[in-house]
């Protein structure tokens, strides 16, 4: 049998390096585990990129999805925000790179338990973790999306009863010195709003969390400032994006805030 010519090996006249080059879209399964270290399994969608020098022609596309399916083999560890830098170590290793980027995003469920009844449910939360390593220097970046209630403060104080309320989004970036893990994040922004939610209500827990929510008006400038001032007091947080979008139950559009510090 004749050898097969490794093409991407090849040299490239053009002397231009590429930053970036890789797959992006792949849906994969992994097994996610936070701070309790437990794992849970989930379809990650991951883009995987490293940079390429100046003088070979491609990268190697399969060793990219080889690095994930490893991963999931038995008797792996879960991928963590902990471990995430050691994933990208394994990366530029694997592909002989300057440098790599990688970016997974999926649902995250935590298990709840309604505030008087107990009911437990699962309520799942949008994140995101994104890891680049480039020249020896690691930097790290965890999102969560977290849907919570939100009462407005001016509908409170000018109706003689009742006060128009919604479910909102509440969306914070980190870029993180040490880890920060997704439940921290989301705890953050439950705490700040006038009442988290819950996949399973009784009636009494229904009641509990309309004069929770009550009891707690947040307008979307409230929500922004006071996650943020949690996250200004953190020494592990190097930067950070927080968003807050109310989708107002009085009207057919949405009120939305940012606030961003940081490099």
Do not use: W
Request: proline share 6%; net charge negative.
């Amino acid at each position: 049998m004749f050898p097969i010519p490794d093409v991407q090996s090849r040299s490239d006249g053009r002397r231009v390096a590429i930053d970036q080059v890789g797959i992006r879209g792949l849906r994969y399964p992994l097994s996610f585990a936070d701070r309790d270290g437990v794992a849970q399994p989930t379809i990650a969608t991951c883009n995987v990129y490293v940079a390429l020098p100046e003088d070979r022609k491609g990268t190697h596309m399969s060793r990219l999805i080889s690095l994930l399916e490893a991963r999931s083999e038995p008797g792996q560890p879960p991928i963590s925000v902990a471990n995430f830098h050691a994933l990208l170590d394994e990366l530029v290793v694997l592909l002989e790179a300057p440098g790599g980027r990688i970016e997974i995003a999926f649902p995250f469920f935590v298990r709840k338990s309604a505030p008087v009844s107990g009911a437990e449910s699962l309520l799942d939360y949008e994140t995101r973790i994104e890891g680049e390593l480039l020249d020896g220097v690691y930097r790290q970046t965890v999102s969560v999306a977290a849907p919570v209630t939100s009462l407005c403060p001016c509908s409170k104080e000018i109706s003689d009863y009742g006060a128009h309320s919604q479910r909102s989004t509440i969306t914070i970036v980190a870029r993180s010195r040490g880890p920060v893990f997704l439940t921290e994040l989301i705890r953050i922004a439950e705490e700040e709003a006038s009442c988290e939610l819950y996949g399973v209500l009784k009636r009494a827990d229904e009641k509990y969390v309309t004069e929770r929510a009550f009891d707690n008006p947040r307008f979307v400038e409230d929500l922004v400032r006071a996650v943020a001032t949690r996250l200004m007091a953190d020494a592990r947080v190097d930067g950070f994006v927080v968003e807050a979008e109310n989708f107002e139950s009085i009207h057919n559009h949405s009120a939305y805030a940012r606030i961003a510090r940081g490099p």
